[in-house]
Structures are given as C-alpha cells and as structure tokens.
C-alpha cells in the first residue's frame, strides 16, 4: 500500500463487531453471506492494519499510510494490544501471574504479559448474538495487554491456564483506545509522530 506523497496520512479507528470479518472481501468464499468491514467503512484507500478474529470485537486501525501499517500490524514492532475477556470461572492470582509469565502454547512460551482481574465492564454494549452462560459455572472479566500477535493467541492463553474464553473485546492498540465507539462507529484517529532514530554520528551520554 503506497500513499500519494500529497495525500494526508489518515488513521480510522473503528469498533470491529462480532461476526465481522477484518477486510473488505470474502474473496475464499463465493456467494459467501459474512460480513466485512465493507459494509461498515466507505473510504478510498484505507486498510486494516492488523486483524482481529471473526468472533471478538473492539478496536481495529486503518489507514492509507503503508509504514504505519507495518509499525502497527508487525509483531516484531511489539506494539501493547489491551484486550477484556470475559472468561469461565475466576482466575485466582496463580493464574493471573501465569499469564503474567507467559503461558507455555503449541507454538512456544508466549512473552510476558500484563494481567490483571477486571470488574464487569458498567457500558459496554450487549453482545449480539449473547454468550452461552452456564448456570453451574460463574464467569468474570480480565483486563489482558500483550505484545505479540499470534493466532487467536489471548484465547488460547486464558484456556491454558484452565478459564476459556467467552467474550473477547480489545480495548486498545499502542496509543490508541476504543473510547466510547459503539459497534460499526468509526471516527478519525490522531496521526503519530514517526519513530526517531539516532543518527550514527550521535554519542550517547
């Protein structure tokens, strides 16, 4: 993706809903009935920088400037993406320093993490369709920031420390938040200052 030099950079941050695929088209499926964030966005020349599953929700950035679509979207950027699960059961603080230290996963020991128990979020929006609730098994939320960006990863980190997850909802992305974007809303994002490199000729003092 390549931005006309005389074009402004853009950023959009959007409230991705549930059961709405990260892109514009459903190019592997013909005739295919899921969504897409062409339904939601109507602006030439932005793209997600990054993806966010199908079945989790919050906050997604676009833009049409290609370098900050790669500082947002490549791991080795160890950009913070703050996420809210809902989880089965009660994580003790056991658990929650596991997922501290770093959970040990069929693609290897995930870096560390910031965890914590979170109280049940007073304005966020009802899921559509609802979670399946168990009345044998109670639920609570987890505040959960991470650096990397492998698949379906905060997942498969509440699960192996024994408390899936039922409701996944990213809250934040490096400096940017959600704020009070409700499903399918967007607004303009502010625009980074690109990263400052020292020049070679620098002493360090």
């Given at each position: 993706?390549?931005?006309?030099?005389?074009?402004?950079?853009?950023?959009?941050?959007?409230?991705?809903?549930?059961?709405v695929l990260?892109?514009?088209?459903?190019?592997?499926?013909?005739?295919?009935?899921?969504?897409?964030?062409?339904?939601l966005i109507d602006i030439p020349g932005v793209y997600p920088a990054g993806r966010l599953d199908q079945d989790s929700e919050g906050l997604m950035i676009l833009t049409n400037d290609g370098r900050l679509q790669h500082r947002i979207a490549n791991p080795a950027n160890k950009m913070p993406k703050t996420y809210w699960a809902q989880v089965e059961g009660i994580p003790d603080e056991a658990a929650l320093q596991r997922l501290r230290d770093g959970v040990d996963l069929s693609d290897g020991l995930t870096a560390p993490a910031k965890a914590s128990a979170l109280p049940a979020p007073e304005n966020l929006w009802p899921r559509v369709p609802p979670i399946r609730f168990r009345k044998s098994?109670?639920?609570?939320?987890?505040?959960?920031?991470?650096?990397e960006g492998r698949n379906r990863q905060v997942r498969?980190?509440?699960?192996?420390?024994?408390?899936?997850?039922?409701r996944l909802?990213?809250?934040?992305?490096?400096?940017?938040?959600?704020?009070?974007l409700?499903?399918?809303e967007w607004r303009e994002g502010h625009v980074p200052q690109p990263p400052k490199h020292r020049s070679r000729?620098?002493?360090?003092?």
């Open positions: 993706m390549r931005r006309d030099a005389n074009q402004e950079t853009r950023v959009i941050l959007l409230n991705k809903p549930f059961g990260s892109q514009f088209t459903d190019k592997g499926n013909a005739g295919s009935k899921r969504r897409t964030l062409s339904e098994v109670p639920d609570s939320w987890i505040e959960l920031t991470i650096t498969r980190m509440t699960a192996a420390v024994g408390h899936p997850t039922l909802v990213r809250v934040r992305i490096g400096e940017w938040e959600l704020g009070n409700q499903p399918g000729g620098s002493l360090r003092h």
